[in-house]
DNA sequence: ACAACCTTGACACAACCGTGTCAGGGTTGG
DNA sequence: CCAACCCTGACACGGTTGTGTCAAGGTTGT
């Protein structure tokens, strides 16, 4: 039949014989086995490794990042809780009134440079 | 101000100022700032972190699974990539004809304590 | 029957996650 | 002015991820 061994299936994807299996062991994917438990990989198991592929690499995803997207879709109580918590308070900076604070971020990147010479920085406001 | 400091902020939330900077840095919170750099947490953020300690013990979430769904959350593109993946093939075993395949995960468990005993396994239809 | 596959399990190892702790240096409040 | 905070950066360290490799044993095709 059209299926492939773990070896051919492995040349055709570019995963190595040893990632098919862990991609199948974080439940990624489920081949089917044969009578005598040899995974089969069918052409419908093959586009999708080699979309994970180039999906990973592209967003620079891991694998652990994709299972935990699998374990979201699946478990529709923990997508609500994590969509919730995520939802309350989501855009910040939050309109900060001094405009003082973003020159932090910035500082930040010079401040080593330049801490010899500054002998008493901003100073302002008691928190 | 009723906005607390780090170390206030670690009492009344259960995490330690180390893990409320780490947290930070994660992308899951963004206190502000005073005029000299100083964190400020207001009983909000408070809220959200005691939730957020919550939620991860409770799933047995990480925080890097939290940070993950914040950003599919933020990045529509990246989110509808991952998901179309997922929407592929959703669900399996995929109805296997052969009842017999169901028994691999089982005998599994026992195949090593059976080994000795076994003269010759299942052997049937070549893949 | 024998080479060339397949299976699971284990050791190994770099890279990252989650944490603590410490150092060097500013800020604050009494 | 000094103790008690705060900041960032770094070292450390056990646990997980991602990956290779090897061992012991079953399967397959010629």
Same mark, same amino acid.
């Given at each position: 039949? $059209?299926?492939?061994?773990? &070896? ?17 062991r ?7 086995? @044969?009578? @005598?438990?040899y ?9 999708? !490794? ?5 999906? !990973? ?6 694998? @652990? ?14 997508? $609500?809780?994590?969509?919730q ?5 989501p ?8 405009? $003082? ?7 930040? &990147? @010079? ?17």
């Amino acid at each position: 039949m $059209d299926a492939l061994t773990i &070896h051919e299936a492995a040349e055709t994807t570019g995963w190595s014989p040893r990632m098919l299996r862990y991609v199948e062991r974080v439940g990624l994917i489920m081949p089917r086995r @044969s009578g @005598s438990g040899y995974r089969l990989f069918g052409a419908e198991e093959l586009q999708r !490794l080699r979309t994970l592929r180039e999906l !990973l690499e592209r967003r620079e995803l891991g694998l @652990s990042d994709v299972a935990f997207a699998l374990r979201l879709r699946q478990d529709a109580e923990l997508r $609500d809780e994590v969509d919730q918590w995520l939802a309350a308070t989501p855009e910040r900076p939050e309109f900060v009134p001094a405009p $003082d604070w973003l020159r932090w971020e910035q500082e930040k &990147h @010079s401040k080593l440079l330049a801490a010899a010479q500054r002998p008493n920085p901003t100073l302002m406001e008691t928190r």
